[in-house]
């Protein structure tokens, strides 16, 4: 009876800590800023659930800063657009494990500035402990070469190259900035099983047909806007686990589910399994072809 109390009491010492929080962002749009409605309004529910994190858990912040220029030609002649997006989070002390309600969008028109004010509920989960370490990387196809990169020109056929320091589980989704869709790319699509099994320290190329025959053979990034920001989601865990159920797309596109839907499973599934790690980077797709006002 001591023997297990005290398994217990360790137990329950190394949970990892998971809350209901509440945040809010704020970002200024000056009269000579270049910058879409979308953009604003992204960055300032970052910046909200930062917050969040910040006041459960305290700071230790990290940002992932995209920051460049683009033109567009158009019956106007050639448009120069400023383009600038920070995915910012709080990682060594929590994790933002999903909303729990949609974000708040408040706009302020004030002496020539725009005020974007968001607005955000979810839940978050402390981290107690060193996360697995992943090895992975966005390639482009270019001239039949793979190479690094996170800037695609519309229609570019895109990898991911992955390696995990111990055997276990992944899974990749494909998050549009302005779709309210999920696609899912690992597991591929022929796999009925809806688990994909990777070997520790072993590197694998998805969505390259040379590397495995299960894959599809193109996987492109498009859009129709001038420009927009795609988030890929890794998901990796020593543990097994499912993929989301989701609905069967037709010969030509993945499968797929509703972003709330996809939302929901993976904070169910991080709060499950404290060893799960989550982690996004953003691409950036432009197409010369549409109008930076479409945006």
């Not at 800590?17 to 953009?39: A, F, R, S």
């Not at 033109?71 to 909303?99: C, H, I, K, P, Q």
């Not at 190329?205 to 193109?218: G, L």
């Not at 797309?249 to 404290?274: E, I, M, P, T």
């Amino acid at each position: 009876m001591l023997l297990f109390a005290v398994a217990l009491l360790a137990a329950q010492a190394n949970a990892q800590k998971v809350v209901e929080v509440h945040g809010k962002g704020t970002y200024v749009v000056g009269e000579n800023d270049n910058i879409t409605l979308t953009e604003a309004k992204l960055r300032c529910i970052e910046w909200a659930k930062t917050d969040a994190i910040e006041q459960a858990f305290g700071k230790s912040i990290t940002s992932n800063i995209i920051d460049t220029n683009m033109s567009s030609t158009g019956a106007e002649g050639t448009v120069e657009s400023s383009y600038f997006w920070m995915n910012t989070e709080a990682m060594s002390r929590g994790d933002w494990l999903g909303d729990t309600r949609e974000p708040e969008i408040n706009v302020e028109y004030i002496k020539g500035e725009l005020f974007f004010t968001a607005e955000v509920w979810g839940k978050a989960r402390e981290i107690t402990r060193a996360k697995t370490n992943l090895k992975w990387s966005i390639l482009k196809d270019v001239e039949g070469r793979q190479i690094e990169s996170t800037e695609f020109s519309s229609g570019e056929r895109f990898f991911v190259r992955f390696r995990s320091p111990a055997d276990g589980y992944v899974a990749a989704y494909l998050i549009q900035s302005n779709s309210s869709e999920a696609t899912c790319l690992v597991p591929y699509k022929t796999d009925t099983t809806g688990r994909f099994e990777v070997k520790g320290g072993r590197e694998i190329t998805f969505f390259d047909k040379a590397a495995s025959p299960a894959a599809p053979y193109y996987i492109n990034l498009t859009t129709d806007q001038a420009f927009e920001m795609d988030g890929i989601v890794i998901i990796y865990s020593p543990n097994p686990f499912t993929k989301c159920d989701d609905t069967t797309g037709d010969a030509r596109h993945l499968n797929f589910l509703g972003a709330r839907d996809f939302r929901s499973w993976l904070r169910k599934s991080q709060q499950a399994d404290r060893e799960m790690v989550v982690e996004t980077r953003w691409v950036k797709i432009t197409n010369d072809k549409a109008s930076i006002m479409d945006n």
